[in-house]
C-alpha cells in the first residue's frame, strides 16, 4: 500500500468521525433546546400559579374594599380551577362585607366572567380604555397592590406573573386611576344590553354561545342594581 493510499485512508477516517461527531452535536443541541424549552414552560406555570395565589389570598385578606383592573378572559385547561378559587374567595369576601369592584376590558368574549364576578356578589364595570387594556392590577384595603404582569404586551396575552407591593403610597395611586375610570362606563346589565342590540342575538342565545344558565342571564339582563343578582351559579 503506498503513501497516497494509506493518507487517503486516514483522511477518509477522520472524515467520517468529523461527520459523526458533527451529527451527535447537532443532536444534542437540539435535546438541549428542547430541554431549555420545557424548564422555560415549567417556570411560566410556576409563575403564574404564584401569580393566581397572590389573587386569591389577597382576596382571602381583605377585610373592607378589593378593587381592581383585570383582564377577564375565560380561563381554559388548570386556569379554570384557578379562576374557581378566586370566585370562591369573591364569594366568601362579599358575604363577610368586603366590597369588591372590577373593571373588565369592553369587549363581547369578557361577559363570562364578569357573570361570575357579578353573581358572586362583586359588582363589574366594563371599559373601553386602552389603560384599562393593559394594566392588570388588584388593591386591597388601601394598603395592598397586586400587579400582574403579561408575557408580552397585548390585550390576548395572559398574566404570567405577579408582584404583591405592599404600599399604601401606590394604593392611593392606583385607586385614584380605578375610579376615574369606574364613574364614567357602564356595569354588566347595560354592556350586555348593548352586546344583544350590536349583535340581533336574543338573550338565550347569547347565554348559550357564553356557556351561562340562559335563566340567570336573563335576570341580568332585567335588574339593574349591581349588587342584586343571586349567586346560584357558582356550580356553573
Known amino acids: 500500500m503506498t503513501i497516497e493510499t494509506t493518507l487517503l485512508l486516514l483522511e477518509s477516517v477522520l472524515l467520517m468521525v468529523t461527520i459523526a461527531l458533527l451529527l451527535y452535536s447537532i443532536r444534542e443541541g437540539r435535546r ?22 397572590a389573587v386569591t389570598d389577597s382576596v382571602v385578606e381583605a377585610k373592607e374594599e378589593i378593587i381592581g383592573c383585570v383582564t377577564g ?14 370566585i370562591n374567595a369573591v364569594d366568601k369576601a362579599t358575604s363577610r362585607g368586603v366590597r369588591i369592584r372590577y373593571i373588565l376590558p369592553k369587549f363581547h368574549d369578557r361577559l363570562y366572567m364578569g357573570y361570575l364576578y357579578v353573581s358572586a356578589g362583586a359588582e363589574v364595570r366594563y371599559a ?9 392590577y388588584v388593591v ?9 404582569i403579561p408575557e408580552s404586551v397585548g390585550r390576548k396575552k395572559a398574566t404570567r406573573k405577579g408582584h404583591r407591593l405592599p404600599s399604601k403610597a401606590l394604593a ?6 380605578f375610579y376615574s375610570c369606574w364613574q364614567t362606563n357602564v356595569t354588566l346589565e347595560e354592556y350586555v344590553k348593548e352586546a344583544l342590540k350590536q349583535t340581533g342575538v336574543s338573550v338565550k ?28 351559579v357558582r356550580g356553573n
Open 32 to 53: 438541549r433546546s428542547s430541554f431549555i424549552l420545557e424548564v422555560s414552560k415549567a417556570t411560566k406555570i410556576l409563575t403564574r400559579m404564584e401569580y393566581f395565589l
Open 73 to 86: 378572559r375565560r380561563p381554559a385547561g388548570d386556569d379554570e380551577k384557578r379562576v374557581r378559587a378566586i
Open 128 to 136: 373601553s380604555c386602552s389603560m384599562v387594556s393593559s394594566l392588570r
Open 140 to 148: 386591597v384595603d388601601d394598603r395592598l397592590v397586586v400587579i400582574g
Open 172 to 177: 392611593s395611586i392606583m385607586k385614584s386611576h
Open 205 to 232: 342565545r347569547l347565554a348559550l354561545e357564553l356557556g351561562i344558565e340562559a335563566k340567570e342571564f336573563e335576570r341580568i339582563v332585567t335588574k339593574s342594581s349591581p349588587q342584586s343578582h343571586g349567586r346560584q
